[in-house]
């Protein structure tokens, strides 16, 4: 069956940077887009941004402009999610998400704590 | 950006009842919005798609309609299982945005 398997949680201190990746398997990597979206403790989801793992080609929400950069490996159908400069607001669930007619599949959510 | 806001935040209701969340988009996104379920601890689940297509596998007694601006997600037979909190999203133009969520909650 189709499964999203990301890395393991993190604690970071802040202005450090975080690299999550998100292992797809069982259907074709490069045929379906993959988003990342987190949800902070207790609030709602925030879409962070989306990549085409085929040709790598990226869209990212303008919150995270200049700071997130998403990046595929087809040889593993591996794609990482690297977010930089890191503050207490970013202590959050971060989760990869394959979008087919919406986002229909979802990883278990890597917890990254960003504490000193 | 394309803002989503979600009625009511929070909605109290029994097993047995008929739910109806809606959700409101700043601009019009023709069909293009998606419902999704969440229980604590657990990634979100896809309920519905393009505003009315019921994912494969979901319970029949979710339902979702609308277009433009304006969608409903309707639970007719509100299930124990059903308690969560439920997100519309939007696609349209190459950006994404959630609504802020809806909480339904035993009465």
Sequence with gaps: QVQLVQSGA??????ASVKVSCEASAYPFTDYYVHWVRQAPGQGLEWMGIIDPSGGSTTYSQKFQGRLTLTSDTSTSTVY???RSLTSGDTAV???ARWGWGLDYWGQGTLVTVSS | DIQMTQSPSTLSASVGDRVTITCRASQSISSWLAWYQQKPGKAPKLLI??????EPGVPSR???????TEFTLTIS???????????????????????????????
């Design chain 1, 10 to 15: 993190e604690v970071k201190p802040p202005g």
């Design chain 1, 81 to 83: 999610m690297h977010l």
């Design chain 1, 94 to 96: 971060y989760y990869c």
């Design chain 2, 49 to 54: 798609y393009k505003a009315s297509d019921l």
């Design chain 2, 62 to 68: 979710f339902s979702g309609s609308g277009s433009g």
């Design chain 2, 77 to 107: 037979r509100l299930q124990p299982d059903d308690f969560a909190i439920y997100y519309c999203q939007q696609y349209n133009s190459y950006s994404w945005t959630f609504g802020q969520g809806t909480k339904v909650e035993i009465k």
